[in-house]
T-cell receptor
Framework: ETGVTQTPRHLVMGMTNKKSLKCEQH?????MYWYKQSAKKPLELMFV???????ENNSVPSRFSPECPNSSHLFLHLHTLQPEDSALYLC?????????????FGDGTRLSIL | QQQVKQSPQSLIVQKGGISIINCAYE??????FPWYQQFPGKGPALLIA?????SEKKEGRFTISFNKSAKQFSLHIMDSQPGDSATYFC????????????FGIGTKLQVIP
């Protein structure tokens, strides 16, 4: 596989469930990102990891918990989500954060909170 | 506060016409301006990017025009085709700032035959 792969593509969960989103990049990049994409809003940066270290937490509620075990994998752990958290969650990677290298996006996980 | 203002939010263009999307920014520290293209069911993909030391960059049918003094930049799609129908995002970032890319709200382009 090449590029950035996200699983699952679709997820429906109740507000009390715990689930995780997975992202894997096969580009040899060292920076990975989580974004939230909602209708009629700009893409919202959530988290940035550079060489496995978290460098940005953009005031994201604690019900979202990221994990980056290595430069190729990124997870977003979800628990007690709210209906307003329903959105498309995009993962991206780039060579190194902070160098204006292009970001490569996955196709996203469409999350629906019941 | 929206730091990159994009317009229009939707655009319908006849096949063969020119599509124009405009963006404006406030932060003069921005030094990298990419455009992303997103098809339904897909993630955004980098289309073309420009730095503020040039006023224009062209790649095929896609051209970015950049006006540093006005703090504006625009995407022109020449000879628009139905396959260009997608959502386009302008963006801006600052080198050294852990690449916190600020995106515009997006423009949904529909090219009709």
């Amino acid at each position: 596989e090449t590029g950035v792969t996200q699983t699952p593509r679709h997820l429906v969960m109740g507000m009390t469930n715990k689930k995780s989103l997975k992202c894997e990049q096969h580009l040899g990049h060292n920076a990975m990102y989580w974004y939230k994409q909602s209708a009629k809003k700009p893409l919202e940066l959530m988290f940035v990891y550079n060489f496995k270290e978290q460098t940005e937490n953009n005031s994201v509620p604690s019900r979202f918990s990221p994990e980056c075990p290595n430069s190729s994998h990124l997870f977003l752990h979800l628990h007690t989500l709210q209906p307003e958290d329903s959105a498309l969650y995009l993962c991206a990677s780039s060579q190194v954060a902070g160098t204006n290298q292009p970001q490569h996006f996955g196709d996203g996980t469409r999350l629906s909170i019941l | 506060q929206q730091q990159v203002k994009q317009s229009p939010q939707s655009l319908i263009v006849q096949k063969g016409g020119i599509s124009i999307i405009n963006c404006a920014y406030e932060n003069t520290a921005f030094d990298y301006f990419p455009w992303y293209q997103q098809f339904p069911g897909k993630g955004p993909a980098l289309l073309i990017a420009i730095r503020p030391d040039v006023s224009e960059k062209k790649e095929g049918r896609f051209t970015i025009s950049f006006n540093k003094s006005a703090k504006q930049f625009s995407l022109h799609i020449m000879d628009s085709q139905p396959g260009d129908s997608a959502t386009y995002f302008c963006a801006a970032s600052i080198s050294g700032g852990y690449q916190k890319v600020t995106f515009g709200i997006g423009t949904k382009l529909q090219v009709i035959p």
